[in-house]
């Protein structure tokens, strides 16, 4: 019952990431438990959980800022190990992380280009190309219809959206395959959400970019994403499309704190096929 | 429409309006160009000290004495700074300064090593003093503070039970000594000589060495991450930014410049003392940086403010005692100077972030 009509994922999209068995403990706290998700070309996947589900720790395996205890990545069908965040970065996968991974002290187009600046020789030295940073990041800007007073102002003068409009100008800069965000509308005005939900749609038609979304409003989840991942204390409790699933049923099942047995449970009875 | 809402997409539209009263013009002098209020302290210390003096303070033969001070203290402020930028801090230091010199003066007087060949071993102990200091930190987590002045009184205790803190008298080789640090400076010799320019060469070596820091901090990606860092260490490290390392090679680069000021300091008196570097010596090294504008949270700073700070420090230091006033006096002065500095950082950086500008 999705209020806007999301244009089918092709049958034959073929699956670009594949996370399998994945279990990770922090000392005596066990956050996942034998994950896996799936994810295909062009497709946006929704991530729901409460709070210390496991969502953000699943992401952070995903884009090498923790390493799982064990289980798989398999990435554009071959299997992959990342042990930093630059391995994932070098995968084509782009996270933009809840606390949005800016340096508060560096200006708005330095965090643009941290990890990848673009250097000139002078001297023989490799110095930074500070001229073409500033002028790539205000083209790139302007394109994505981001408004911001100078690309010169270190980022902790912004207001909470307009960074948050910068993380995720940042991670769709090198064209990812995968782009992961988690929470990127916490903070933003409705005006802004909606540029954000238009900018991911682009993604996804435009350059069959695959996305996972952690996002709290379920209102937003329809509008966008093709399937809906509940994570439930560290499980996958449930894995359904959002074309199968009202909001009224995901609202009802994440209330209801079951784990995934008793959803499977409930389901088969009431709706088969379902899960 | 509420303060708070979300404004049409124009140009400066949200977040930074044009500052319109003469404190936030001030405001923003100070924070985007620090080196200059530091520079505008420092000019109105050498005309208190020049009218105080009677002309005395700005002679060759003085200046030559401020301005070797400033060279010294400057190389380890400018190194520390850098530390400084990414969090930590290094109190290690002065027994830097002291081991690599007498390393160097060892090795010539027991196999007749040349001191060029010395020094770069000295530099390379720095160095490596600089890389336990950084992975003890960063891999078993201990705070710098601590761990530095662990290594602070290991190095201490090495460096004087070797010859039972006696001083070795270091072999003199030219052009090795005049080019690092020794004086040949008399009087009689015109200033833009050969002889007159020994006369200024650690300051020299300070000002050349600080450019270069000055370069790698503000138009390098090693600049760029060591920022990072020390602005937003999670952060940075989930963009991908190898912050261990980033601290690692900054407890390096001090190590090296502090063993580097040591040699200078030896090639200057021909003695290699062991306790040539006391720990005041760091801690004067600190003030000057935070007298430059580098405040001790992290995230900015700046290395040429810390070699116009370690002006001000060796300025107070020699001209107090120039202008008649007890030895000690000057230690007032910089206390105070360094909790003024401090506090002027601090709420410029609040009031820049509250309003704004």
């Not at chain 1, 000139?120 to 994505?144: C, F, I, P, S």
């Not at chain 2, 390393?103 to 007749?112: D, E, I, K, Q, R």
């Amino acid at each position: 019952m999705s209020t806007q009509a999301i244009p089918p994922l092709a049958a034959d999209a073929p699956v670009v990431l594949e996370m399998s068995n994945i279990s990770k403990s922090f000392g005596a706290v066990t956050a996942l438990v034998d994950v896996s998700i799936k994810l295909r070309q062009g497709e946006v996947l929704a991530l729901v959980g409460d709070n210390g589900a496991g969502k953000s720790t699943l992401i952070k395996i995903l884009s090498g800022f923790h390493q799982p205890d064990t289980g798989t990545i398999v990435s554009q069908g071959k299997e992959v190990r990342f042990a930093s965040p630059r391995d994932a970065r070098a995968q084509g996968i782009e996270t933009v992380y809840q606390d949005l991974a800016l340096i508060g002290d560096l200006s708005v187009f330095h965090n643009m280009f941290l990890g990848r600046e673009y250097h000139k020789r002078v001297l023989g030295l490799n110095l930074l190309d500070n001229r073409k940073m500033r002028e790539q990041a205000q083209v790139y800007l302007d394109t994505l219809g981001i408004s911001i007073p100078s690309v010169n102002s270190t980022v902790d003068l912004l207001s909470g959206g307009q960074r948050q409009c910068i993380a995720v100008a940042r991670s769709i800069y090198s064209s990812p395959k995968i782009l992961v965000l988690d929470e990127p509308l916490a903070a933003l005005g409705v005006r802004e959400s909606a540029h954000v939900l238009g900018l991911i749609q682009n993604l996804r038609q435009q350059r069959q970019v695959s996305v996972i979304l952690i996002v709290h409003n379920y209102n937003q989840i329809f509008e966008v994403c093709d399937r809906i991942n509940f994570l439930h204390s560290g499980e996958i409790a449930l894995d359904a499309s959002t074309a199968d699933t009202s909001e009224e049923e995901l609202i009802r099942i994440v209330k209801s704190g079951l784990g995934r047995k008793a959803i499977d449970a409930a389901a088969a009875e009431v709706r088969p096929g379902l899960v | 429409m509420p303060p708070t809402a979300i404004q049409p997409a124009k140009k400066s539209a949200v977040g930074v309006k044009v500052p319109h009263t003469t404190t936030e013009r001030l405001l923003i002098l100070l924070s985007r160009y620090r080196e200059a209020s530091i520079a505008v302290v420092a000019i109105v210390l050498v005309i208190y000290f020049q009218v105080g003096s009677d002309g005395g303070f700005l002679s060759p033969q003085f200046m030559s004495v401020v301005l070797r001070d400033t060279g010294r203290l400057g190389l380890i402020a400018a190194a520390e700074v850098m530390l400084m930028i990414t969090g930590e801090i290094d109190l290690s230091l002065s027994a830097i300064f002291s081991i690599a010199p007498y390393v160097m003066a060892l090795l010539s007087v027991t196999w007749g090593v040349p001191l060029a060949l010395g020094a770069v071993i000295g530099v390379l102990i720095g160095i490596l003093v600089g890389a336990i200091n950084g992975i003890i930190t960063v891999r078993f987590r201990v705070p710098s503070l601590i761990t530095t002045v662990g290594t602070l009184f290991f190095l201490q205790g090495i460096v004087v039970s070797i010859y039972n803190s006696q001083p070795i008298v270091a072999p003199v080789e030219q052009p090795f000594n005049a080019i690092f640090g020794q004086s040949l400076y008399q009087p009689t010799d015109a200033l833009l000589s050969w002889h007159g320019v020994t006369a200024f060469t650690p300051f020299l070596w300070a000002v050349l060495l600080v450019l270069v820091l000055a370069v790698v901090l503000n138009r390098t990606t090693f600049g760029l991450h060591t920022i990072a860092t020390g602005s937003n260490i999670i952060g940075a490290r989930e963009i991908g930014v190898r912050t261990d390392r980033m601290k690692i090679y900054n407890f390096m680069i001090a190590g090296g410049f502090a063993a580097f000021a040591g040699i200078i300091n030896t090639a200057q008196f021909t003695s290699a003392d062991p306790q040539a570097g006391s720990p005041f010596l760091t801690l004067q090294a600190i003030a000057a940086a935070v007298i430059g504008g580098t405040s001790l949270l992290g995230g900015s700073g700046t290395v040429i403010g810390a070699l116009i700070g370690a002006f001000v420090v060796a300025s107070l230091n020699n001209g107090l005692v120039m202008i008649g006033a007890q030895a000690t006096v000057s230690d007032i002065y910089l206390g105070a100077a360094i909790i003024a500095a401090m506090i002027l950082s601090i709420q410029v950086d609040r009031l820049r972030t509250r309003r704004r500008v």
